[in-house]
């Protein structure tokens, strides 16, 4: 008998929110908020209440959202906070109308990077073939997987539950499906600490009725535009021709868009894949500012340009696109890339592209992070022999910065 393919995708519940929640168990059915600040709640509440553990410290002292003032943005929020609405990506203040009392924590990227690897470990002990889709979500391919199949995958997603929350003290929500696709809208179903299991048959009673941004893939352009032509769900989109849809969306699109609202993905689990980019990001003691702090800011960027070409030659990798990142004192992010004609790993040329990528940002807000990637990647001999070797240093046009920015010269 061969097995019916069974894929899960697995989301952690609130995730910034409930790891801090692990460290302020006083605070559990409390809307709580994530975002802003840029000191760990911990060392500022400890400084009030020396010698007191933090589980003790009384939720009253906490600080709360009507007291906010800034221009920062929600990163997540406990369930009780979104009942009255609140949410991620949301301004601080506008939450703040919403849900005054909820209680505003920063992000401890450090803590909330540590529990990543633990409810991923947790789950490769039961399940090996993960494909890892950010910091708290994962595929997991449950087909061949002793158990994988019984009760379509209920079983095994149980199993995987019960086993991050006794190592971690966590909640994820699991959608177990024929796919990938599936898999993704089925994990939603049920938030938090919730199985979804869906059946081929399911498709045209679950998935049809879901508007059409719940197809990952499906974007607000897309979304638009589908909208014009009174396309709403996602039963919309599967009564069309697919020829119509090509008409409308181009061959590859229109052609998947069709495919995906008939509930079909063949995308296999990727357990492993060549490295897509090589990163280098720093957080800085204090927020930095462009033009104040521009020798530091400087020698910093070139530092981390360094690094990733050190990192590339080290592993044998040439790219092509170069990027930065950006965090403000906002917590807002921001990344631009360019594309240049020849691989590289020389930190000079990374430098010089990634300085005319700082140019388009506008700088006049402080920075907290910043970062140096290069992407598009490819082993060095492969595409030395592609490109006949050596590095071009030819000069490489970038978009000019919107007019009135302010932007960096120096780099
Ligand atoms: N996150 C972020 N910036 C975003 C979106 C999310 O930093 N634009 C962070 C905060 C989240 C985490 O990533 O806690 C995971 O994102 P999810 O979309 O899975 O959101 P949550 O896990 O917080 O909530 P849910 O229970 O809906 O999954
Ligand atoms: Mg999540």
Same mark, same amino acid.
């Given at each position: 008998?061969?097995?019916?393919?069974?894929?899960?995708?697995?989301?952690?519940?609130?995730?910034?929110?409930?790891?801090?929640?692990?460290?302020?168990?006083?605070?559990?059915?409390?809307?709580?908020?994530?975002?802003?600040?840029?000191?760990?709640?911990?060392?500022?509440?400890?400084?009030?209440?020396?010698?007191?553990?933090?589980?003790?410290?009384?939720?009253?002292?906490?600080?709360?959202?009507?007291?906010?003032?800034?221009?920062?943005?929600?990163?997540?929020?406990?369930?009780?906070?979104?009942?009255?609405?609140?949410?991620?990506?949301?301004?601080?203040?506008?939450?703040?109308?919403?849900?005054?009392?909820?209680?505003?924590?920063?992000?401890?990227?450090?803590?909330?990077?540590?529990?990543?690897?633990?409810?991923?470990?947790?789950?490769?002990?039961?399940?090996?073939?993960?494909?890892?889709?950010?910091?708290?979500?994962?595929?997991?391919?449950?087909?061949?997987?002793?158990?994988?199949?019984?009760?379509?995958?209920?079983?095994?997603?149980?199993?995987?539950?019960?086993?991050?929350?006794?190592?971690?003290?966590?909640?994820?929500?699991?959608?177990?499906?024929?796919?990938?696709?599936?898999?993704?809208?089925?994990?939603?179903? =049920?938030?938090? /600490?919730?199985?979804?299991?869906?059946?081929?048959?399911?498709?045209?009673?679950?998935?049809?009725?879901?508007?059409?941004?719940?197809?990952?893939?499906?974007?607000?352009?897309?979304?638009?535009?589908?909208?014009?032509?009174?396309?709403?769900?996602?039963?919309?989109?599967?009564?069309?021709?697919?020829?119509?849809?090509? =008409? /409308?969306?181009?061959?590859?699109?229109? @052609?998947?868009?069709?495919?995906?609202?008939? @509930?079909? =993905?063949?995308?296999?689990?990727?357990?492993?894949?060549?490295?897509?980019?090589?990163?280098?990001?720093?957080?800085?003691?204090?927020?930095?500012?462009?033009?104040?702090?521009?020798?530091?800011?400087?020698?910093?960027?070139?530092?981390?340009?360094?690094?990733?070409? @050190?990192?590339?030659?080290?592993?044998?990798?040439?790219?092509?696109?170069?990027?930065?990142?950006?965090?403000?004192?906002?917590?807002?992010?921001?990344?631009?890339?360019?594309?240049?004609?020849?691989?590289?790993?020389?930190?000079?040329?990374?430098?010089?592209?990634?300085?005319?990528?700082?140019?388009?940002?506008?700088?006049?807000?402080?920075?907290?992070?910043?970062?140096?990637?290069?992407?598009?990647?490819?082993?060095?001999?492969?595409?030395?022999?592609?490109?006949?070797?050596?590095?071009?240093?030819?000069?490489?046009?970038?978009?000019?910065?919107?007019?009135?920015?302010?932007?960096? =010269?120096?780099?």
């Amino acid at each position: 008998m061969t097995a019916i393919r069974r894929i899960a995708h697995l989301d952690m519940d609130a995730f910034f929110a409930s790891v801090e929640l692990l460290r302020f168990p006083q605070l559990k059915g409390l809307p709580v908020v994530i975002g802003g600040g840029r000191r760990r709640a911990d060392e500022l509440l400890r400084e009030r209440f020396t010698g007191l553990p933090l589980s003790e410290i009384p939720p009253d002292a906490f600080p709360v959202l009507k007291d906010y003032v800034g221009r920062g943005v929600i990163t997540t929020a406990t369930y009780p906070a979104r009942q009255f609405g609140v949410g991620s990506a949301m301004g601080m203040m506008k939450a703040a109308r919403l849900c005054p009392q909820a209680i505003v924590l920063p992000v401890d990227f450090e803590e909330v990077r540590r529990f990543s690897r633990l409810f991923k470990g947790t789950i490769a002990e039961i399940a090996p073939v993960i494909e890892d889709r950010g910091i708290d979500e994962v595929y997991v391919d449950f087909t061949e997987v002793p158990s994988g199949q019984l009760e379509g995958g209920r079983v095994l997603a149980r199993r995987i539950q019960q086993a991050i929350f006794e190592r971690t003290g966590l909640t994820c929500s699991i959608g177990v499906a024929p796919n990938k696709l599936i898999a993704k809208m089925a994990s939603e179903f =049920d938030k938090p /600490n919730g199985i979804s299991v869906v059946y081929p048959e399911d498709v045209q009673a679950r998935i049809w009725p879901l508007p059409v941004r719940k197809i990952n893939g499906i974007g607000p352009k897309a979304e638009a535009k589908l909208a014009k032509l009174h396309l709403h769900a996602i039963g919309d989109i599967a009564a069309q021709e697919r020829g119509w849809l090509i =008409d /409308n969306f181009g061959q590859a699109y229109g @052609g998947w868009m069709h495919d995906a609202a008939w @509930g079909r =993905d063949e995308r296999p689990v990727v357990t492993y894949s060549e490295p897509v980019s090589m990163s280098r990001e720093t957080t800085f003691e204090r927020d930095l500012h462009a033009v104040r702090d521009r020798a530091e800011l400087g020698a910093i960027f070139t530092h981390l340009c360094e690094q990733v070409a @050190g990192d590339l030659r080290r592993k044998g990798y040439v790219g092509k696109t170069i990027g930065i990142k950006l965090r403000f004192e906002d917590f807002r992010t921001a990344t631009r890339d360019h594309t240049i004609p020849d691989f590289t790993s020389d930190p000079a040329m990374i430098r010089r592209i990634a300085g005319q990528c700082l140019k388009r940002v506008d700088l006049s807000r402080r920075l907290r992070l910043l970062g140096v990637r290069v992407g598009k990647l490819a082993k060095a001999e492969t595409a030395q022999a592609a490109t006949g070797g050596g590095e071009s240093a030819s000069a490489h046009r970038v978009a000019e910065p919107a007019p009135g920015e302010r932007t960096l =010269d120096l780099f």
